[in-house]
């Protein structure tokens, strides 16, 4: 098994900065890429941003493109996720996340308890 904590969390006026950062522990040699997810009220949990250890590839949610930066060191197994020019519209619970797998679009096997991210206009 594989944990996750993430911190970082918190209130933020927008246009204004926060960084999220988060700690895997247990199983670490099985993961493949890290992640991070977001669900506002109401809505579908969707993925902002992962990164593959391998090849440290990054992919991003459009919505986020050129505010968000993922990154990631393999060998602290920690990731983070650099929100610039934040939003109203990214206030959300923020989950980091891990697979065992780098094949594109395969679900995420372990998760953490996610932390509350609130923009203020």
């Known amino acids: 098994q594989v944990q996750l904590e993430e911190s970082g969390g918190g209130l933020v006026q927008a246009g204004g900065s926060l960084r999220l950062s988060c700690a895997a522990s247990g199983r670490t040699f099985s993961i493949a890429a890290m992640g991070w997810f977001r669900q506002a009220p109401g809505k579908e949990r969707e993925l902002v941003a992962r990164?593959?250890?391998?090849?440290?590839?990054?992919a991003y949610a459009t919505s986020i493109l050129g505010r968000f930066t993922i990154s990631g060191d393999n060998a602290k197994n920690m990731v983070a996720l650099q929100m610039n020019s934040l939003k109203p519209e990214d206030s959300a619970v923020y989950y980091c996340a891990a697979r065992r797998t780098e094949a594109p679009g395969s679900p995420f096997d372990y998760w953490g308890q996610g932390t509350q991210v609130t923009v203020a206009s």
């Open positions: 990164i593959t250890w391998s090849t440290g590839s990054t």
